[in-house]
């Protein structure tokens, strides 16, 4: 094998390659510290330095270290440990599936300037925190992992819009949403089936239109 081949598998100087981390990775470690806090294991500022951490890391050895000193996920074989987060996305949809994982009880996300997207699969706590003050929302949820059969998604947003996409024959209702001089758009059925997600969708927003809907193509 010449030099250059052996540059590609190990990096310079022969040390290995960083693998990078995908948004998928970085949200499923942001979730298992949402956990250990609940759980009493971090503290406020623990947990806040952690998440900053996490959505910051580019590779996934920034982000092991994270939950280096937690306990494996409760339900889960002690000898997989803290190994399973190493394929997050893999380790979240067996969770959801009844390994153990059911995501924290509520998640907030805060938009910045140029505004938040969650797309793809992503894990969906049952409250669903939303703030934003001038940025635009996305959630995609078509594609998440959802263990819950209904899910709170509290807005608190001033200026810019929220886009929610919902998985095909879920349910939602904004009953409990409050706006003041933005604008409402339901395009999915708001009666529950009780065989499907259902989405509440609650808080307030000041400018700026709300869509609920579905994947392009199904409305």
Same mark, same amino acid.
């Given at each position: 094998?010449?030099?250059?081949?052996?540059?590609?598998?190990?990096?310079?100087?022969?040390?290995?390659?960083?693998?990078?981390?995908?948004?998928?990775?970085?949200?499923?470690?942001?979730?298992?510290?949402?956990?250990?806090?609940? &759980?009493?294991?971090?503290?406020?500022?623990?947990?806040?330095?952690?998440?900053?951490?996490?959505?910051?890391?580019?590779?996934?050895? &920034?982000?092991?270290?994270?939950?280096?000193?937690?306990?494996?996920?409760?339900?889960?074989?002690?000898?997989?440990?803290?190994?399973?987060?190493?394929? +997050?996305? %893999?380790? $979240?949809?067996?969770?959801?599936?009844?390994?153990?994982?059911?995501?924290? %009880?509520?998640?907030?996300? /805060?938009?910045?300037?140029?505004?938040?997207?969650?797309?793809?699969?992503?894990?969906?706590?049952?409250?669903? #925190?939303?703030?934003?003050?001038?940025? $635009? #929302?996305?959630?995609?949820?078509?594609?998440?992992?959802?263990?819950? +059969?209904?899910? &709170? #998604?509290?807005?608190?947003?001033?200026?810019?819009?929220?886009?929610?996409?919902? +998985?095909?024959?879920?349910?939602?209702?904004?009953?409990?949403?409050?706006?003041?001089?933005?604008? /409402? $758009?339901?395009?999915?059925? $708001?009666?529950?089936?009780?065989?499907?997600?259902? *989405?509440?969708?609650?808080?307030?927003?000041?400018?700026?239109? *709300?869509?609920?809907?579905?994947?392009?193509?199904?409305?």
């Amino acid at each position: 094998m010449d030099a250059s081949a052996d540059n590609t598998a190990t990096g310079k100087a022969g040390e290995p390659i960083a693998i990078r981390a995908s948004n998928a990775e970085r949200e499923t470690y942001a979730v298992r510290l949402q956990e250990a806090f609940a &759980e009493g294991r971090l503290d406020v500022g623990e947990l806040d330095d952690r998440l900053a951490r996490a959505y910051a890391a580019k590779t996934i050895a &920034e982000l092991t270290p994270l939950v280096a000193d937690l306990p494996p996920i409760a339900g889960t074989p002690a000898a997989a440990g803290q190994a399973s987060l190493a394929h +997050p996305q %893999a380790a $979240s949809i067996a969770a959801a599936n009844g390994a153990g994982l059911h995501g924290p %009880a509520k998640l907030r996300l /805060q938009a910045g300037a140029m505004g938040l997207e969650r797309s793809g699969n992503w894990l969906v706590p049952r409250r669903l #925190v939303v703030e934003s003050k001038y940025g $635009s #929302v996305k959630l995609d949820l078509a594609s998440a992992t959802i263990p819950h +059969p209904e899910v &709170e #998604v509290a807005l608190d947003i001033k200026y810019g819009g929220i886009d929610i996409i919902l +998985p095909p024959d879920a349910t939602a209702d904004i009953d409990g949403f409050h706006s003041k001089w933005g604008w /409402q $758009s339901l395009k999915v059925p $708001s009666v529950r089936t009780g065989r499907s997600l259902h *989405v509440a969708i609650t808080g307030t927003n000041k400018y700026g239109p *709300v869509t609920v809907r579905y994947p392009r193509g199904l409305w």
